[in-house]
Structure formats: C-alpha cells, structure tokens
C-alpha cells in the first residue's frame, strides 16, 4: 500500500471545476470576514486556513446550490447567499481544528505548525470562538431561519461527537457502533449540513434535501473512516501530521478496535497499556505490526468504501435535473475519493 501526494486529488477535480468560480466567491468572504483590528485574529485564522486542505465542504454547499438550479452566471443573490454558507461552513470546521489541536496538543496539522503550536492554547481557543461567531453573522445574512437552524445543529452534534470521542479514548474494547456513532457526529454532520444547506439556500425540494443530506452523512463516514486508517499506513508527508498520532493520543479509531477483537490476551493488554497513555520506546512499532497481522487497514478502508459507494448510489438514484448532471457526476467521484485518498 503506497502513499499518494496529497496535492493530487484526481477525485475531486470535476467538482473543483464546477464551483471553482463560487469558490472564489467564498474564498473573497472567508478573507473580508477575519479581518480584525486585533491583528492576531488574521494572522491565526490565516494560518490555518491558507495551510491547504480540500475545502470539500464547502464545496458540498454549493454543489448542493448548483444541483438545486442555482446557476452562477444568472442567479447572482442565490450564489452569494450560497458562497456566504459556504464560508461559514470552513468556518465552522476551522473553529474545530483549532479546537481539536488544543485538545490534542497536536504540533502538525498539514504538514505546519498548529496554530496553538505556534500562538498558544488561550488564542487558538479564543479565534475558534470568533470564527464561530461570525459563521453564525453569515447564516443569519442569509435570511433562511431553516439553514441558520440545520447549521446550528451541525454545530451542537460536533461538539456531542467530540466529547463522545474523548470518553472513549484509551478504550480498546469499544464497539464498531460506538465508533460510527462518534464519527457520524464528528465529522459526517457537518458534511451532510454543508450540503443539505446549499440545497435549501437556493430553494430546492425536500427531496432534494433529503438526499444531499443522506449523501452527506455517508460521504462523511467514508471520509472520516479512511482518515483514521490512514493514520497507520501512510505516511507524514502524505496525512500533513506525525504517524500514530491518533495511537500516541489514545483515540480509538476502527483499525484498532478490529485489531483488538482479534486479538490474544497478551495483544489485548498491549493495547489497553499503551492507548492509555503508558507508551514506550518501539510500541509505536508493535502497534503497526499488530495493525498489519490483523489485515485491519485493508479492512477498514473496504468499510469506508462501502459508505463512499452508498454516498454515490445516492446521487445515481436521484432525479436531476440535465443541466446539473456534471456536477452529480463531480459528487458521484468525490465520494469515491474519500475513501481512496492517500492510498
């Protein structure tokens, strides 16, 4: 299993193309809204946000807008309004990446120093606020109590999958559900939020909702599923961050939980020592070579792979309308990135 550059992202090129003259749109807003007259809120949020990334979910608005009619050319209120909800959805997930790397006391993120690795845990906290709070200025410009309500929502069950995740941690014997269910929350929500919105912002069907939403959430499990795996078997310059973070910080993630049910006894009490936090020279190093006696790498991506290919029946099975079909298309192999990127 080889390790692709992340900056190729051949998946994802058709979608790219479709919303890349929205994404200019939102990417303008993103900078006029971090502005600040306290100048380490710009130079922070830039920081991470300038460091790269897919931007998948904000695309996911307004490829959700797109399909829904909205045409970029013509329907100029409806794609601002869309490229507003699509900056205040990367604000959102920015607000948790700084949150997460204080919580984690992660020093990578994309391959450059965390902000809190650089500023300090009190300003990563503080600028994660502030980009909450002016996502929320943005929905709220949009004048759909429904969008503003679905986001608000998103918002609440990242938290909920976040705290989920933190119980867990140093659990080995944890369930594949309880796993899916923190991971849904986490991550997928968002996901399914970013596009059901753009749907609803540009005034498509419940129909249409329905399935972005649905299509959203199994995207996000794919997504967040081969992540994980990928924790173990790419490598740095590939993830952006250290390899066995995840192990050094006792999540607990599928390729471990597989791992564990497979296990003796005495892999078992490995697992339970080092994921709670007793770690020492070359367990790192057992670790992986436990994670590939159990063939839990293969198995975890042949599971995110089932989500990507629900996400993309999904899309297959829903009535769009001619115009629209490149950009079904661009979602169809979008989610079938998710589950291969990297790999």
């Known amino acids: 299993m080889s390790a692709a550059n992340p900056s190729e992202h051949r998946g994802l090129d058709a979608l790219i193309a479709a919303t890349q003259g929205a994404m200019g749109d939102c990417n303008a807003i993103i900078l006029a809204r971090t502005q600040s007259e306290i100048d380490l809120i710009p130079a922070l949020a830039g920081h991470l946000i300038a460091g790269g990334g897919k931007r998948m979910r904000p695309m996911l608005t307004l490829a959700g807008a797109l399909l829904a009619g909205a045409d970029i050319n013509s329907d100029a209120g409806q794609m ?20 997460d790397d204080v919580i984690d006391a992660s020093e990578l993120r994309r391959g450059n120093k965390t902000a809190s690795a650089i500023w300090g845990n009190e300003a990563s906290v503080l600028v994660g606020d502030f980009l909450f709070a002016r996502a929320f200025e943005l929905m709220v410009e949009t004048g759909k109590i429904a969008v503003l309500g679905r986001l608000a929502k998103a918002a609440a069950r990242i938290t909920e999958g976040e705290i989920s995740q933190m119980l867990l941690a140093g659990n080995p014997a944890a369930s594949v559900e309880d796993y899916t269910r923190i991971i849904t929350a986490k991550t997928a929500e968002l996901f399914a939020a970013a596009a059901t919105s753009g749907v609803m912002v540009a005034g498509g069907d419940d129909a249409l909702a329905e399935a972005m939403e649905d299509y959203g959430m199994a995207l996000g499990v794919a997504f967040q599923i ?49 994921l709670g936090g007793d770690i020492g020279g070359g367990d790192l190093d057992k670790a992986l070579d ?54």
């Not at 601002?80 to 949150?99: D, G, P, R, Y």
């Not at 790419?234 to 497979?262: C, H, M, N």
């Open 80 to 99: 601002q309004n869309a490229a507003k909800l699509a900056a205040a959805v990367e604000f959102i997930h920015t607000a948790t990446l700084l949150h």
């Open 226 to 274: 081969a992540d994980d795996a990928l924790d173990y078997a790419a490598t740095s310059d590939a993830i952006g961050k250290e390899i066995g973070d995840d192990f050094r910080e006792g999540k607990i993630t599928l390729p471990v939980i597989l791992a564990w049910q497979d296990g003796d006894a005495i892999e078992r009490e490995f697992w339970q020592k080092c």
């Open 290 to 343: 436990l994670i590939k006696k159990h063939n839990t790498i293969t198995r975890a991506l042949d599971e995110a792979r089932k989500h990507a290919e629900k996400a993309a029946a999904i899309i297959e099975k829903t009535e769009i309308a001619p115009e629209a079909q490149k950009i079904s298309t661009a979602l169809i192999e979008a989610a079938r990135f998710a589950a291969m990127r990297g790999v």
